[in-house]
């Protein structure tokens, strides 16, 4: 069974960090590009962080840039997303994505539950 359980959300004043995890379970984590979204109340979910299977590549939104970092270890089977200098509009749920690479040269795209990230004072 997959699961991507995310962790470490919660309620932040700016200028605050947090650091998300998500933990893999049930496919091959080392073959899958990992990835956080998030989602704004009443808004569409969006981009945050890429990483790539091995670590060797990150991609951020534009917005994220120098703020967010992501990273992974495999042996734990786990990526993680460190947010710095956290901005009220920063204020959303954070998802897990994991794009699986198969032998057969076919995707599979899992999601996690999220995890709520609220930035006030």
């Known amino acids: 069974q997959v699961q991507l359980v995310e962790s470490g959300g919660g309620l932040v004043q700016p200028g605050g960090s947090l650091r998300l995890s998500c933990a893999a379970s049930?496919?091959?984590?080392?073959?899958?590009?990992m990835s956080w979204y998030r989602q704004p109340q009443g808004k569409e979910r969006e981009f945050v962080a890429r990483i790539s299977s091995a670590g060797v590549s990150t991609r951020y939104a534009d917005s994220m840039k120098g703020r967010f970092t992501i990273s992974r270890d495999n042996a734990k089977n786990t990526v993680y997303l460190q947010m710095n200098s956290l901005k009220p509009d920063d204020t959303a749920v954070y998802y897990c994505?994991?794009?699986?690479?198969?032998?057969?040269?076919?995707?599979?795209?899992?999601w996690g539950q999220g995890t709520q990230v609220t930035v006030s004072s």
């Open positions: 994505n994991a794009v699986e690479s198969t032998s057969w040269g076919t995707t599979n795209d899992y």
């Open positions: 049930g496919f091959t984590f080392s073959r899958s590009a």
